[in-house]
């Protein structure tokens, strides 16, 4: 199972971005894809996923209304994509996977490795 977070980089505030989130040797379907984040001095945090079952979607207060998590199955790739983002949005973004419905990261059991979102003017 591997998953690699891609698409980060220095954008302004207001600005959008899109992440993706590649997977391989598991089936997209089988399995919730939960971004999370890591901005310096702070712990991981979720931002949202998108449920195996039905490709429901969660995303925690700071993100609903700006972020949208989308997946194609047929290319296992899942994005994150990202809407007028503010400086506080700076951190290193993850992608994980879990049998789970859940925003807990300690759910999840596979991650990849994260790619760096900076807003900044």
């Known amino acids: 199972v591997q998953l690699q977070a891609s698409g980060g980089g220095l954008v302004q505030p207001g600005d959008s971005l899109r992440l993706s989130c590649t997977t391989s040797?598991?089936?997209?379907?089988?399995?919730?894809i939960g971004w999370f984040r890591q901005a310096p001095g702070k712990e991981r945090e979720g931002v949202g996923y998108i449920r195996k079952s039905d490709g429901a979607t969660y995303y925690v207060p700071s993100g609903k209304g700006r972020f949208t998590i989308s997946r194609d199955s047929a290319s296992g790739t899942v994005y994150l994509q990202m809407n007028s983002l503010k400086p506080e949005d700076t951190a290193l973004y993850y992608c994980?996977?879990?049998?789970?419905?859940?925003?807990?990261?300690?759910?999840?059991?596979?991650w990849g490795q994260g790619t760096q979102v900076t807003v900044s003017s």
């Open positions: 994980a996977a879990t049998n789970m419905a859940t925003m807990a990261k300690n759910d999840y059991h596979y």
């Open positions: 040797g598991f089936t997209l379907d089988y399995y919730a």
